[in-house]
């Protein structure tokens, strides 16, 4: 079998990485991680909109590039290795995604537009208390001819700029996805993260609310969606942290010759490789499925658990082998150690999918 990337999804990969690798420099990251403003780089953002990548999988019908899911990993993963300050995941994964797929043609209409052109940026809503997506305390209430939701959410993705917000909540006894608009009834409150994400926590008060589906069935879609891109994101920081390690073994001498020709960093720096392309291959192994429309919820589980493993084994060996430039910040290796943690996180962590794949395993 042929696991090689097509033409199409590769000139996607290549022209994300071009935009991203001259725009998101280490300079200016740093720039504005030290500037105290939103990290949001919005002009890179809005290069990628000129470019056609941020409708690369919202449907022909929408006004998008109608691929796939492979297509957007290309986008998702230079984003990763980069850094850049951009939330194409959260817009188009996380938002975009279950919009196209179950809005109405109203929802799609005044959406999705703004999220190909960069004006508009959305994102999902999907955790409270407890970290599972499917057990919220989070209510809707049918108003009219809409609803109103109540209830908070913590550790949103891109939450302190996004313009709307899908999320679970309750509905007439049952589970159901609806879309926010961020305004009247909705308060957020900034949160402070390790890598400067612009999370936030944020609750509805009585906020209108649009049904964009009912069931479990389209959360659980929506879910498997985003954590199966985000792996896309993983994959990248785990590039850029394997190419950093990589050149500064190369270039760091001791004893008058490279370190990179010790046997026992070597040997760590191998393992790291196969790391990497171990979360490369269950990442790509997930999204294909979901591409194809099959059931991929053992490899969806399965790629986040080795993007949170291997990753945390890769970012340890990195700031390992980096000695004490590991960790100064001015470093553009501590972004991506401190991604690698919050990417460990979202979206539930080795354990939790573990205990996904196990009781998946009891009940056949």
Same mark, same amino acid.
């Given at each position: *079998?042929?696991?090689?990337?097509?033409?199409?999804?590769?000139?996607?990969?290549?022209?994300?990485?071009?935009?991203?690798?001259?725009?998101?420099?280490?300079?200016?990251?740093? %720039? #504005?991680?030290?500037?105290?403003?939103?990290f949001?780089? $919005?002009?890179?953002?809005? %290069?990628?909109?000129?470019?056609?990548?941020?409708?690369?999988?919202? @449907?022909?019908?929408?006004?998008?590039?109608?691929?796939? #899911? *492979? /297509? #957007?990993?290309?986008?998702?993963?230079?984003?990763?290795?980069?850094?850049?300050?951009?939330?194409?995941? %959260?817009?188009? !994964? *996380?938002?975009? #995604?279950?919009?196209?797929?179950?809005?109405?043609?109203?929802?799609?209409?005044?959406?999705? @537009?703004?999220?190909?052109?960069g004006?508009?940026?959305?994102?999902?809503?999907?955790?409270?208390?407890?970290?599972?997506?499917?057990?919220?305390?989070?209510?809707?209430?049918?108003?009219?001819?809409?609803?109103?939701?109540?209830?908070?959410? =913590?550790?949103?993705?891109?939450?302190?700029?996004?313009?709307?917000?899908?999320?679970?909540?309750?509905?007439?006894?049952?589970?159901?996805?609806?879309?926010?608009?961020?305004?009247?009834?909705?308060? =957020?409150?900034?949160?402070?993260?390790?890598?400067?994400? @612009?999370?936030? /926590?944020?609750?509805?008060?009585?906020?209108?609310?649009?049904?964009?589906?009912?069931?479990?069935?389209?959360?659980?879609?929506?879910?498997?969606?985003?954590?199966?891109?985000?792996?896309?994101?993983?994959?990248?920081?785990?590039?850029?942290?394997?190419?950093?390690?990589?050149?500064y073994?190369?270039?760091?001498?001791?004893?008058?010759?490279? =370190?990179?020709?010790?046997?026992?960093?070597?040997?760590?720096?191998?393992?790291?490789? =196969?790391?990497?392309?171990?979360? $490369?291959?269950?990442?790509?192994?997930?999204?294909?499925?979901?591409? /194809?429309?099959?059931?991929?919820?053992? %490899?969806?589980?399965?790629?986040?658990?080795?993007?949170?493993?291997?990753g945390?084994?890769?970012?340890?060996?990195?700031a390992?082998?980096?000695?004490?430039v590991?960790?100064?910040?001015?470093?553009?290796? !501590?972004?991506?150690?401190?991604?690698?943690?919050?990417?460990?996180?979202?979206?539930?962590?080795?354990? /939790?999918h573990?205990? $996904?794949?196990?009781?998946?395993?009891?009940?056949?």
């Amino acid at each position: *079998m042929d696991f090689s990337l097509t033409d199409e999804q590769q000139a996607t990969a290549d022209l994300a990485r071009q935009i991203l690798t001259d725009r998101a420099t280490h300079e200016k990251l740093r %720039e #504005l991680e030290k500037s105290g403003d939103v990290f949001f780089d $919005r002009d890179t953002y809005l %290069e990628l909109a000129k470019a056609g990548l941020l409708g690369i999988a919202v @449907p022909e019908d929408d006004g998008g590039a109608g691929l796939g #899911l *492979m /297509e #957007l990993s290309g986008v998702l993963q230079a984003v990763g290795k980069t850094g850049a300050a951009v939330p194409v995941w %959260e817009s188009l !994964a *996380m938002g975009a #995604l279950p919009v196209a797929q179950f809005g109405s043609e109203d929802i799609r209409a005044q959406w999705l @537009p703004g999220v190909i052109d960069g004006t508009t940026v959305l994102t999902a809503a999907w955790h409270e208390d407890d970290r599972d997506p499917h057990a919220m305390s989070t209510t809707a209430t049918k108003s009219g001819d809409g609803y109103t939701v109540s209830g908070t959410k =913590i550790c949103v993705p891109a939450g302190q700029i996004a313009d709307a917000f899908v999320i679970p909540a309750v509905a007439d006894g049952g589970p159901s996805l609806f879309l926010v608009s961020n305004g009247a009834g909705v308060t =957020i409150t900034p949160l402070e993260t390790t890598s400067g994400s @612009p999370d936030a /926590e944020i609750t509805f008060d009585g906020a209108a609310a649009e049904l964009l589906a009912t069931g479990g069935h389209a959360i659980l879609w929506s879910y498997e969606r985003a954590i199966a891109t985000q792996n896309a994101v993983a994959l990248g920081n785990a590039e850029a942290m394997l190419d950093l390690l990589s050149a500064y073994t190369k270039e760091r001498k001791q004893f008058d010759v490279p =370190i990179a020709t010790f046997q026992a960093v070597g040997h760590r720096a191998a393992d790291c490789y =196969i790391d990497t392309e171990t979360i $490369r291959l269950t990442a790509w192994q997930a999204l294909s499925r979901l591409d /194809e429309g099959l059931d991929a919820s053992e %490899e969806v589980s399965i790629a986040k658990f080795f993007a949170a493993w291997a990753g945390q084994r890769i970012t340890l060996a990195a700031a390992h082998l980096h000695g004490g430039v590991g960790v100064d910040r001015d470093y553009p290796l !501590a972004r991506h150690y401190t991604k690698a943690k919050e990417l460990e996180l979202q979206l539930g962590g080795s354990t /939790e999918h573990l205990v $996904r794949l196990g009781r998946r395993l009891a009940a056949v």
